[in-house]
Each structure stands twice: as C-alpha cells, then as structure tokens.
C-alpha cells in the first residue's frame, strides 16, 4: 500500500522549517502564511522529481484530508537513511524534515465551486441546529453523535452538510476552525471565506498553543468559551482552577490510545493543560452539574480533567469513567415539561438516525453529557470591515459577539430529571 501512496522519486518533498509564531493580517492579496497553515521555507525537490505541488498555497483542507487518511510521511533529517513514517497534524517538526504527499496530490485554486447534491431532508437539517450566520462565520448547534469532520468510514459530517446547504451562497466551502469530539454537543464554529477562517484559526490556536502562566491569569481573553457537563459524584470543591498536564498513552499494542495527566511535566508527550471549573448545581441521586471554561485546546481535556483530577467521571463517558459507569442505576424519569414536546417533535425529522430522543440518565446507557454551551469571541465580520490589519492585539479591542447553545435533548431530560 505504501509503495502505491508513496513513491519518494516522484513525491515532492520540502524542507521544513518550524512554524513562526501565529498571526494574522489582512493585505489586498488575502492572508498572509499564519495559523491555519504553517509557512514552509527552503523547498527541495529529490533527483527525478517532475512533479509539482504548492502545498501552500492548496489551502488547508486538502492537506487535512491526507492527514486523516494517514496519507502523509515525514523523513527525519536526524537519523540517517531512515525510512519515511506516517505523521500526523499535530506533531512538531524539526528543521530538515522532508515531507512526503502522495503523486495524486494535483495544484488547485484555493477557491473551489461546491456543487454537491443535497436532499430536502440535509437542508430541513442543517437549518435546525443554524445557531447564528453573518457574511464570515457560520455557527450550529453540533448534535450529539455527528462527526465535525469526514472520514475513512464516514459518511455524513457536520462541515460536508454546511458546504450543501450555502452551495447556492459562497463559492467557496466553509472551513472548520475547530473541533469537538462527536459525542460531545453544542457551539461549532466555521469560517465562511478562507480570510475569515484564517482570523478565526489565529483565535483558537492561541488557546491551544498558550503555555504561560500570564496566559491563564491574563485580564481579558478575546475567546471564551464554557461548556456544562454532568458528572457523578461531587467535587470535594466547589470550584477552582485545574493545572495537569496530558499527555498520550498507546493501549492494544498500538492499535488504541487515551490521554492521561502526566506525572512527569518533562515527559515528551507532555502537555499544558488548564481548566476552570464550578459546581452549578448537585443532586441527592449522586450527579452534579459543572461548568468549565477550558483555558487551553487540548485534545479530551475536559474528560480526563473531569475523570482524573476531580474523580468525577462526565455521564456517558465510556472510555475515562468506565467503573464509575458499572455501579450506575438508571433513574425512572418524572414527567416531562410541556416545553420539551418540541424537542420530541423535532427529533422524529432526523434523518441520520443520531438516536436524539434517548441517552439521558433514565436510560441503561446515557449519551455523554458534555456541551460547550456558551461562547464570546471577536466580532470577525466587523473587524474585517473596519481593519486593513488584524493582528491578535487588535482582536482584543474587537467588539464581540455572544452565543449560546440550549442544551441537547438528552441533557435537557436529565436536568428535568434531577430537578424534580
């Protein structure tokens, strides 16, 4: 299989250099190479190589995609005569890598015409959890269950169905500036034009990369975000900050992996991670509602921080609270509100079979009870209006904008649950 996707003679490879810090500004020629892209310099092409590819200039979800599909190897330039392995988005690279892209990667306008078939049913869809729409950025309410992004064995997500629904209005597909896991809900963020989604990726990359303290205690934060999670047991406090490092544990000889605190902060695969946490509310049943304002992106924080530090597993998370998960008892469910015959009504329309009208804390396997529930960012429509130059400085000062995601049903069921 490698030798097909790969072919070192006729692959072109650069020589990487570490990408320079985030940033973004806006010129008459677009965005200049800053997050959502790293810029490559010093570009080698091996003896034989007649092929050409501007990885650059491609845009960032054709080279997403290779990554996904694993499609992606890296020669280091530390060892020598090493074989090119597979590697993924989020490693570092070292000056002298060469990376290696398949021969079918071909040149292409960074502006391609989405012309995709949808169905009446996609559309109804997509309308229902469109949460806010300006000419930059795109938001929906992301239901439990829909992968964000596709993939080898996918085939429906949440950033191919906005791409059919504003066919017919932008050229150009909307761009996911971030991520949530596929069984957590709420707040989806993406950029309508690849301007506003390069502004958006400079604002969440700085959440992710940020690793100083002053960071953290810094007045203002032009991203916020705070999600609600039920979680059994109780905190021993009623709020505080979380500093643990994560860090990746490989499982099944390769073939699995979850995250873990690290106890070693010098560990390689170690990683900054902090969150603010408070108790909403508990409940006598041995559940109690938090909310969490994760002051880093890091991959599955909330879950292990929620598991690991305050040894409160979040409901319905399998993988880091399965013993919690054993000693559980369904609860028998009261009568519902009124208002929630809506959310019944609407769940019967879904055409993906997400399984919506289930998983609350009534059912033998609850859905994971996770949802960013609120988020305050730049207003990017506005700035893009009213600056030649952005940069993260200026963001700051930005005007923002507020939003807010109701809680799915199955979340909504369980609050009605442990309210009565």
């Not at 392995?85 to 071909?106: C, H, Q, W, Y």
């Not at 509100?337 to 329309?349: E, M």
Request: with cysteine.
């Amino acid at each position: 299989m490698s030798s097909v996707l790969f072919r070192v003679t006729e692959a072109r490879s650069l020589m990487v250099q570490s990408p320079k810090k985030p940033s973004f500004v806006v010129n008459d020629s677009g965005p200049s190479p800053g997050i959502g892209h790293h810029e490559y310099e010093d570009r080698e092409k091996p003896i034989g190589d007649d092929f050409e590819v501007d990885v650059v200039h491609s845009g960032p979800s054709p080279v997403q995609k290779l990554f996904r599909l694993r499609q992606v190897r890296r020669e280091s330039a530390n060892v020598e005569e090493q074989k090119p392995k597979r590697v993924s988005a989020k490693e570092s690279m070292n000056t002298g890598d060469r990376i290696f892209l398949p021969i079918t990667v071909e040149k292409s306008p960074s502006e391609k015409v989405v012309d995709y078939p949808s169905s009446e049913e996609e559309r109804k869809f997509v309308h229902s959890v469109e949460l806010y729409k300006d000419p930059e950025i795109f938001v929906v309410n992301k239901p439990p269950g829909m992968p964000v992004q596709g993939g080898i064995g996918i085939k429906r997500s949440l950033d191919e169905l906005a791409a059919k629904y504003m066919r017919h209005e932008y050229s150009e597909a909307p761009r996911l500036v971030h991520r949530l896991d596929r069984d957590c809900s709420g707040l989806l963020v993406m950029g309508r034009t690849q301007l506003s989604a390069s502004a958006l990726h400079s604002i969440f990359r700085e959440k992710t990369f940020g690793t100083q303290n002053e960071d953290i205690e810094s007045k203002k934060r032009i991203l916020q975000k705070k999600y609600w999670a039920l979680v059994i047991g109780c905190p021993r406090r009623s709020g505080g900050i979380i500093s643990a490092p994560l860090g990746k544990l490989v499982l099944d000889n390769g073939k699995s992996e979850r995250i873990t605190i690290m106890s070693d902060v010098r560990a390689p695969s170690a990683q900054y991670a902090v969150t603010e946490y408070h108790i909403i509310g508990s409940s006598e049943k041995g559940y109690t509602w938090l909310e969490f304002s994760p002051l880093t992106g890091r991959k599955h924080q909330l879950r292990v921080h929620c598991a690991e530090a305050l040894g409160t597993p979040i409901v319905g998370d399998y993988k880091y609270g399965w013993q919690a998960h054993r000693k559980l008892k369904h609860l028998h469910l009261p009568t519902l509100a009124v208002n929630l015959g809506v959310h019944i009504t609407r769940q019967k329309t879904d055409p993906f079979n997400l399984r919506l009208g289930n998983g609350s804390i009534s059912d033998k396997q609850p859905h994971l009870h996770l949802h960013c529930k609120e988020m305050v960012l730049p207003n990017i429509s506005l700035a893009l209006q009213q600056a030649r130059a952005v940069s993260d400085a200026d963001l700051a000062d930005v005007e923002s904008i507020k939003l807010v995601a109701p809680l799915p049903y199955h979340m909504q069921k369980s609050w009605d649950c442990l309210s009565s």
